[in-house]
Each structure stands twice: as structure tokens, then as C-alpha cells.
């Protein structure tokens, strides 16, 4: 495995990160385990939850999941990096009780005791703002955050679906403060879906934040879908949106010329949509949710494989960037 700083912290995390969004709803807590014990075994130390995973009227089955993992003791809690994170509605009815979503100080505090519990640890690493809260004020999330740190509760915080400009807002305040600020950014980013590179991982450079991509794979469509398609083994790939997005036929010309080139050198397509986002500047590592042993290995492979020019040039111009801004919408 290999290792890199999360943004301009000490912190050393595996370039894999493992999402655990499916544990619960797709994959049982005893198959749930044995995932997190191969990808331990094989390194991975950076493992990515969230309080509402689980869905529906089980938010909060995922974190029990690790929860559970973690108690069955070893050095399972002290080898991993656990980052979870605040700020959606718990209510099973999708109805959160006042004061019981978002960022508010009030919420964060009874968030991450809630947390805590189900996770069976004593502290979270890597806490992360799920999203922007608008209706409160960042310098009462700092002060939460604050309070947090001190009391050993977490180590860090993080964004995700931040835009470029909170991100700098959020750090500003938090220097103003004397805090230590955001230090990674988790968004949307892969081959198809590039639109980050204009704000968002650019403010994340500029104030020293690791970038964690999650839908690596876009719901998919970059893991071999119209092979899988073709095969009949695809129910899941072209499925939902996956499906809408391979019905224009723009979006399949695309990935049948990303299939093409990739039959051409001999490469799996999920490992090349992984492998191409450990090129990309800023990138600590991409979120894998794996549900099978099958896709854990296959990421594994992503973190090794190394990509010739000749590809990366070709998957340029299958999939243009947008850009720097300003140069992409000015001069």
C-alpha cells in the first residue's frame, strides 16, 4: 500500500480510502467485516463513514457496523484513520426534530456524541461537514469544533461539497481564530465529472487540504458498463441514473471510446478511473465502497497500477477537463 500526508497534516493515510456507504444496506455486517479485515490487512487505513449511512430508518446501521468491527478488539481501532461526518437529518421520516440536522453547535455536540456511540471509540479522527450549512454561522461552527478538539473528541475537521470560496471562507475564520481550519475537502470528482478542478481543489491547495474524491467510478459508468451490459452481468451499472446517463448517446460514445481504449492496453476500467485520480494533483486517494471482495481487490490493484503517458494522454481527450478558472469562462 502506499501512504501520503492528508493535506498539511502529520497524518499518514493509505492513497485508498475505504468507503463504507454500502455496509448495511447492501452488504451484512458479518460480510462488512471480513471487507474491512482484507482491506486492514492489505493497508488501507483510512476508512470513511457518515452518521445518516444506513438510510431510511436504519441512519446510523453503518457506523454501528464499524462499531461492532472495532470491538472485536486487536489493534483494529488504533491501526485505522476513521473519519465520519455531521450535518444530515437523522429523523427516519426524513423530519429532523429542530436543532437536530445541520451545523449548529447544538447539533454537532449531540452528533458526535451519537457517533461516538455507535462507533464504540473514544474519538473520531477525521470529522467532516457533510455539507454547507447556510443558516449558521461559521464562526459558531468553529467554536463547536473548538470545544471538540479540546475535549479529544476529534482531531480534525473536514469539508465535503464544499465550494471553492467556503472552503476559504471556512479556513479564513478559522485563522482568525487561531484554529487549525479544514484539512481535507471530499467531493465529486472523477473522469466525467471534472468540475472541481476549477474552484474547489485549487482553494484546497491553496489552504493545504487533502482532496478526497468520492464517486470514483461516476455511479458506474466508468467501471466497465457497456461491457457489462453487453454480458449481461450489468443490472446494477445501467441501472437508475447509470442508465439514464448511457441513453444519451454523447455520454456512450464517451465511455465506449474509454472501454475501446482500455481493451487496447489490456486495463480494467474501474482500476483505470481509480489509478487516473492518484495523477491528479492535490488527490489524497478515492473513495472505494466496495460491497464485494471481487471490487476490494480491484481497488487494491488501482492504488499499484501506474498509467503510460500514451493512456493519460488519450483519456485527456476522451474526457476534457474544463480548466483553470478564469482562463476556462474568460482569458
Not at 476559504?168 to 481550519?181: C, F, L, T
Not at 489552504?207 to 478526497?212: A, E, M
Not at 482500476?271 to 466496495?290: C, F, Q
Request: proline share 5%; glycine share 12%.
Amino acid at each position: 500500500m502506499k501512504y501520503t500526508q492528508l493535506g498539511r497534516t502529520g497524518l499518514k493515510v493509505s492513497r485508498l480510502v475505504l468507503g463504507t456507504m454500502n455496509f448495511g444496506p447492501q452488504t451484512n455486517e458479518s460480510d462488512s467485516h471480513t471487507l474491512m479485515d482484507a482491506a486492514l490487512d492489505a493497508g488501507v487505513n483510512f476508512f470513511d463513514t457518515a452518521n445518516v449511512y444506513g438510510w431510511g430508518e436504519n441512519k446510523g446501521r453503518t457506523e454501528e457496523i464499524l462499531g461492532t468491527w472495532f470491538a472485536q478488539g486487536g489493534d483494529r481501532r488504533d491501526k485505522v484513520v476513521l473519519a465520519t461526518k455531521v450535518y444530515g437529518n437523522m429523523g427516519p421520516d426524513g423530519e429532523a426534530w429542530p436543532n437536530h440536522d445541520k451545523l449548529s453547535a447544538f447539533n454537532i455536540r449531540r452528533a458526535v456524541d451519537a457517533s461516538l456511540k455507535r462507533l464504540q471509540t473514544d474519538h473520531i479522527d477525521l470529522y467532516q461537514f457533510h455539507h454547507v450549512d447556510r443558516s449558521t454561522p461559521i464562526e459558531e461552527i468553529w467554536q463547536a469544533i473548538d470545544v471538540l478538539i479540546q475535549q479529544g473528541k476529534i482531531l480534525y475537521a473536514g469539508s465535503s461539497n464544499f465550494a471553492g470560496y467556503k472552503i476559504a471562507q471556512a479556513n479564513e475564520v478559522a485563522r482568525q481564530r487561531g484554529s487549525y481550519g479544514l484539512v481535507s475537502e471530499q467531493c465529486i470528482y472523477n473522469l466525467m465529472e471534472r468540475g472541481a478542478e476549477m474552484e474547489v481543489i485549487p482553494a484546497a491547495q491553496e489552504y493545504g487540504l487533502g482532496v478526497i474524491p468520492w464517486s470514483p467510478l461516476h455511479g458506474g459508468l466508468l467501471g466497465g458498463a457497456i461491457r457489462k451490459e453487453r454480458e449481461g452481468g450489468g443490472a446494477r451499472s445501467t441501472s437508475g441514473r447509470s442508465g439514464e446517463a448511457l441513453a444519451d448517446p454523447k455520454v456512450r460514445a464517451q465511455i465506449q471510446a474509454y472501454e475501446d481504449l482500455l481493451d487496447k492496453h489490456g486495463l480494467e476500467p474501474g482500476e483505470v478511473g481509480l489509478a487516473w485520480l492518484l495523477t491528479r494533483p492535490g488527490v489524497t486517494g478515492p473513495i472505494s465502497g466496495p460491497r464485494t471482495r471481487e471490487q476490494l481487490d480491484s481497488a487494491l490493484r488501482a492504488v499499484e497500477l501506474e498509467l503510460s503517458a500514451e493512456v493519460l494522454e488519450a483519456l485527456e481527450e476522451i474526457f476534457p477537463g474544463p480548466g483553470p478558472s478564469p482562463e476556462n469562462f474568460a482569458w
